[in-house]
């Protein structure tokens, strides 16, 4: 039997102080991801109140592999459960589908999980580019990208910055607000 290994448990907060009891809380439930693991994993945790909801985002790194999770709740507790719900998900998913793969390059990655673990049966989504789209990217303000996106509806806009004249891409973030990418 393979050596599991320990999850090293970053934490930060830039709007709340973490009692010791929410970090005990933290540890004890992020714990269960030691048995998926060969090689020591840092899950990064930011425990914030945004908006009069508790928030957990999750950032598990191993062997440069990065796996993403976030949650909200009522309280502290509540986003850590649901945070680590949705992390064990991606896990799963992400444990099954290296094993049921034979690339070269999936070989390396096949040493990051423990053997023992069961391959889930999940529903695998197409693989691949499965749209292709072309269209002329127009310069604009920021402001006018933000309008657009929110005309559209959609979660990402690019467009050229009429004043850099960079393209950009204009997304909008999970807990409100939007982000910006330029590209040089």
């Known amino acids: 039997m393979q050596r599991e290994a320990h999850m090293n448990v970053e ?5 709340l102080e973490i009692p010791p009891r ?5 540890n004890e439930k992020v714990s269960r991801f030691d048995k998926f693991f060969r090689k020591e994993p840092t899950l990064g945790a930011n425990l914030n109140l945004l908006r009069g909801k508790y928030t957990c985002e999750l950032t598990l790194e191993v062997s440069g592999r990065i796996i993403k999770a976030s949650g909200q709740g009522p ?12 992390l064990d998900v991606q896990i799963r998913k992400f444990h099954t589908r290296v094993f049921r793969r034979d690339f070269k390059a999936v070989a390396e990655l096949k040493g990051l999980f423990q053997s023992e673990v069961p391959v889930e049966d999940i529903e695998e989504s197409p693989e691949g580019i499965v749209k292709r789209k072309e269209f002329e990217v127009l310069p604009m303000s920021e402001e006018e990208a933000i309008l657009q996106i929110e005309m ?8 050229r910055n009429a004043l850099s004249n960079k393209v950009c891409v204009l997304y909008k973030r999970t807990y409100g607000g939007y982000g910006l990418i330029e590209i040089d």
């Open 11 to 15: 934490h930060k907060s830039k709007t």
């Open 22 to 26: 929410i970090l005990a809380y933290l």
């Open 75 to 86: 309280d502290m507790e509540g986003s850590i459960d649901a945070a680590c719900d949705r």
């Open 152 to 159: 559209l509806g959609h979660q990402f806009f690019v467009y």
